[in-house]
């Protein structure tokens, strides 16, 4: 045979040994598919599921279905035979147990308010000290012949004392004192007494229970083993309660009185009617630490000769649930696009396994909790992982690759990548490498820039990885009009662009799972 002809033949070889290599991983990337998709995101982005907020029942349903499907692609279930991890959260929670005065039982944010966070109290008296308006000045003094340490006092937190005239006592004029234009002046002074309790007569006390009822949200959600009964509050102050006129006549009731006889008195004596009242009060409150079920969905693909070492492909499950005024916030780009590409890229994986094409390493596909709380779910895997760490090769996250942003609107075709150069150059070409061979995105590292101004590289689950000097890439198609909003629906998904992007990573994660290396870390950038 010729020179040429042996030339030939090698090249011939070697040109099917490539397109064998390259024709293996196409075949199963063909398996994550708009159809698939749409089918998946149908169901977690819908209103059953009521936002998949964490610790609610629809964060469980999307667990549960996530769950279903691995089970279904025959992976593996590697938390003691089950597909869950635990993730223990809490919260802090303000209660009031009990309020009674005397034959009145009152309610939270109903009848009275109390604003601060203490730790947890129980109050109990027989009697009560009534300071007036609170005011210590040379011309009037609601303090002057009463001793409030300990006590607990029932304050007129309003105006200032003044006679038949309507002047001021203090200043003897119609223009009141500074005890009145500075209301912090008044309960500084009180506080500073060292009262156990301030009753606060406030005649915008409703107004100011509806206005922090409107606004209530839950409590930030933590790590339970960053919350403890130590950093609870550690506040000694006395407890300030504020009261409507309304509750404060029915405390004063039993002793005979209301407000405006008291108010009268001291407009008609011009002199300070501070006095002690015989009264029960008890009144139970405080923070308490709340237990917050919650759970990571871990499905494993176990490899063969390498199996010891591990990929981790994640998105997060959960979203940020309902708003105030009822309305569901789907969270279809955020993040169920996310959940949905990696149960397809399961898919493909599980199916390429079942027809003897088996990855070396194994790979764990994680849907986590909580990170619209603070990447709750990927911080405590990492903290208490069910693989090792030191074997975890590399963490590839998507979170929101189902829309397009503003800045791509006339030319789609792109995705953002985050943090693939950070801990290992060579995880960056092993990527460059997939896209430039199969999907040939534009990939836009403008968030991976140090200087982003919206640390972009910090807001996703794969930065828990990234602290643990695993390499990571994100899959992140920008911010766009519906982020957070109940307009982030289904509808609006490029189910098409989605899968492109979907399998990109599919690619990159088959290149890290069959070669013989795993990637090096050999960079530490910010």
């Known amino acids: 045979m010729s020179i040429k002809g042996i030339v030939t033949t090698i090249l011939f070889f070697v040109l099917i040994g490539c397109y064998a290599q390259h024709s293996v991983p196409s075949t199963y ?8 998709a749409r089918k998946h995101l149908t169901i977690i982005a819908s209103d059953e599921f009521e936002g998949r907020e964490t610790g609610k029942v629809g964060a469980d349903k999307a667990a549960n279905y996530i769950a279903q499907q691995f089970e279904l692609l025959g992976l593996t279930a590697p938390v003691n035979s089950s597909y869950y991890q635990p993730v223990e959260l809490a919260t802090k929670a303000f209660s009031v147990d009990t309020f009674e005065v005397g034959e009145h039982t009152f309610r939270h944010e109903k009848d009275f308010l109390i604003i601060g966070k203490r730790s947890e109290q129980e109050i109990k008296t027989d009697r009560m000290v009534f300071i007036g308006y609170g005011i210590s000045d040379k011309h009037y003094d609601d303090l002057a012949k009463i001793d409030i340490a300990d006590k607990v006092v029932l304050l007129l937190n309003e105006d200032e004392p003044r006679d038949k005239m309507g002047k001021s006592l203090i200043t003897g004029q119609t223009k009141g004192s500074i005890w009145s234009t500075s209301n912090s002046k008044r309960m500084q002074h009180i506080i500073s007494k060292k009262p156990k309790l301030i009753l606060a007569i406030s005649k915008n006390a409703d ?20 919350l403890t009964q130590e950093n609870l509050s550690t506040d000694h102050s006395p407890t300030v309660v504020y009261i409507s006129p309304q509750t404060a006549n029915l405390i004063l009731s039993s002793h005979g009185s209301n407000l405006e006889k008291l108010k009268q008195e001291i407009t008609e004596s011009g002199k300070p009617r501070s006095r002690v009242l015989k009264s029960t009060l008890k009144l139970s409150f405080g923070q308490k630490i709340i237990d917050v079920k919650a759970q990571n969905v871990l499905g494993y ?17 959960d979203h940020i649930g309902v708003n105030p005024n009822g309305e569901i916030n789907n969270g279809a780009d955020d993040d169920g696009s996310g959940v949905t590409a990696v149960l397809d890229i399961a898919k493909a994986f599980a199916r390429a396994k079942e027809n003897g094409h088996s990855p070396r390493r194994s790979i764990l596909f994680m849907m986590v909790t909580g990170e619209e709380k603070g990447l709750l779910g990927s911080d405590y895997y990492t903290r208490h992982p069910v693989f090792p760490l030191n074997k975890t090769i590399a963490n590839l996250n998507i979170d929101m690759i189902g829309r397009i942003d503003p ?15 950070k801990l290992s150059s060579e995880l960056h070409h092993i990527s460059e490498a997939a896209n430039k061979t199969y999907t040939k995105l534009d990939l836009d590292y403008r968030y991976n820039d140090p200087n982003d101004p919206e640390k972009i590289y910090y807001r996703s689950d794969h930065y828990n990885f990234a602290k643990n000097d695993i390499p990571v890439i994100f899959y992140f198609n920008g911010v766009h009009e519906d982020y957070h909003d109940i ?6 998904i490029d ?11 599919f690619y990159t994660a088959w290149d890290l799972v069959t070669r013989d290396t795993k990637p090096i870390v050999d960079s530490h950038k910010k």
């Open 29 to 36: 990337a063909e398996l994550i598919d708009p159809t698939s």
């Open 487 to 492: 307009g982030d629906t289904v509808d609006k």
């Open 207 to 226: 107004t100011l229970i509806q206005q922090i009822s409107k606004k209530k949200y839950a409590e930030k959600i933590q790590l339970k083993e960053d």
């Open 301 to 317: 693909l176990e490899g063969t000769d390498l199996k010891d070492e591990l990929l981790v492909i994640t998105a997060h499950y």
């Open 495 to 505: 189910f098409p662009l989605l899968c492109k992007r979907a399998k990109l990573v």
């Open 407 to 421: 800045s791509h609107f006339a030319k789609a075709d792109y995705v953002y990548l985050v943090g693939s150069d």
